[in-house]
């Protein structure tokens, strides 16, 4: 079964400071790795996706995420944190499948806090 | 363009009482999806539909129906609203199922006592 795990709940940061937000994934055959980030009381915003390719795939807000297959891990990184990035932040897989219409699969969501 | 909409943003319902959430989307997307965001829970999947006039079940169906009569819209039905329904409901669309990204709307917060 696909699954995904974000082992914090919570990620607190000081501004300017890197964050790295963490996800593991379990899912047969090649994996399709998504982060998403909602802000207070509105929806998810995608930020980036892996499919294939280079293992290093960078986003919106100077977000960027490794993917590695041998530690099945797809974290989230950013090099100096902004107060702004403060929100929740979902990581998702979807399988190789057409099972139910290539649903996603979420995490339980991580909070980031970035301090002044 | 808009994007994904829903409407109501917000509704408070009595137990047994039934409603509707409309989802639309202006992107001519193929593959649409009703999710619950549940606290320490992720997204789960309610139903979607894969194109105009079809629709399937997905992770947590019970209590829920949904329709797909025209392309860019998705309802999202409650016949007879439960506590354990108190939830916010997202709705997104997508070109594709597997490697497409799949956007999101602003949600609908559902409370029902």
């Known amino acids: 079964a696909q699954s995904v795990a974000q082992p914090e709940d919570q990620v607190n940061v000081a501004e300017g400071n890197p964050l790295t937000v963490k996800c593991t994934y379990s899912v047969s055959g090649n994996p399709y790795l998504f982060w998403y980030v909602q802000y207070p009381n509105r929806g998810l915003q995608f930020l980036l996706k892996y499919i294939t390719g280079d293992n290093l795939v960078k986003g919106s807000y100077g977000f960027e995420a490794e993917f590695n297959k041998s530690q099945t891990s797809f974290h989230l990184k950013k090099p100096s944190a902004l107060v702004s990035d403060s929100a929740l932040y979902f990581c998702?897989?979807?399988?190789?499948?057409?099972?139910?219409?290539?649903?996603?699969?979420f995490g339980q969501g991580t909070e980031l806090s970035v301090k002044p | 363009n808009a994007g994904v909409t829903q409407t109501p943003k917000f509704r408070v319902l009595k137990t047994g009482q039934s409603m509707t959430l409309l989802c639309a989307q202006d992107?001519?997307?193929?593959?649409m999806y009703w999710y619950r965001q549940d606290p320490g829970m992720g997204l789960r999947l309610i139903h979607y539909s894969v194109g105009e006039g079809t629709t399937a079940k997905g992770e947590v169906p019970d209590g829920y129906n949904v329709s797909r009569l025209k392309k860019q819209n998705f309802l999202l039905g409650l016949e007879s609203a439960a506590p354990s329904q108190t939830s916010v409901y997202f709705c997104?669309?997508?070109?594709?199922?597997?490697?497409?990204?799949?956007?999101f709307g602003p949600g609908t917060r559902l409370l029902v006592l």
């Open positions: 998702a897989v979807r399988g190789a499948s057409y099972n139910q219409g290539g649903k996603l699969i």
């Open positions: 992107m001519n997307h193929e593959y």
């Open positions: 997104a669309s997508s070109w594709g199922i597997i490697q497409e990204t799949q956007y």
